[in-house]
């Protein structure tokens, strides 16, 4: 694994995590807040199918810089900058979680994008009669309540919560976990992304409330003039990101296919056996 710093605007640097694969570029759009590069055995299978990967971090997460609050249609510009340093014509595109929306931007404003994938993606939070969190923790439902009301004290709040995020046990959620996903929780792939779960917090909170700040305001498109083919991956015990939402989602996409697994939540969608099975006609 390479770690870049790719400057995506006039004095503006993006850090991005590559994993060199093959002659077929993917971007992959990490999770919120979760700027972590891919575990080796991620990684291989990955190259197993001749890809490529970049993992652009988005702003003030790491050592990206800070530029403010965005939507996700103008941020677009770092996909295509990133695509054009590393010499590739065309590209596939893969948000995971609060990255999704970043797929989605890519499939619907950028022409060499060719096809993407939405594993364990929010829709659009603007989406009228629709409440994407209604199985969300209270804790969660919180954080977003924070965001839309955007207090002067918010950066104070995110830094209590990260707090809440460092010291807690990242287990402690799975306890009553079937066989299958404790088995997965073993991996070499699932403990890698686990030790890496505070890279988004632990020098600061900036790129998680300007994350969710885009998250929780208009993308800045219409997801219904994407063309390109997209999958939408999710499981049906994901509280995080609601079902429906991804319905909605496949609702609005003409060329889009709606994968439910059946008995798998947020985190256990992005895992090597998934992936595995969809890359093959991706």
Known sequence: MKTLMIETSPNVF???????GGDKLILWHHG??????????MAELF??????????????????????????SEDNHVSQAVVDYLGFS?????????GGSRALADLALLDNCV????????APTTIKDLDLFAEASQEERDQVNLVRAWPENI???????????LSSDPMAGFADADEDTKAWLNSPDAEFRFQQRDLGVADGVKGWILDEYALMHDYGFDVSTIKKPLKIITGDKDSSVIVSGCIWLNQQVTDSELIILEGMGHSRVFAIDILDDVLADF
């Open 155 to 165: 950066e104070e709040k995110f830094i209590e919560m990260s707090k809440e995020i």
């Open 32 to 41: 919120t807040p979760a700027p972590r590069q891919f575990s080796p055995q």
């Open 14 to 20: 993006t850090q991005t995590f590559l994993h060199e």
């Open 47 to 72: 190259a197993s199918y001749g890809y490529t990967v970049a993992i652009p971090v988005r702003q003030g997460y790491l050592n990206s810089t800070v530029v403010g609050k965005r939507s996700v």
């Open 115 to 122: 096809s993407g994938m939405a594993v364990a993606a929010l």
């Open 90 to 98: 065309e590209f596939k595109t893969i948000g995971y979680s609060g």
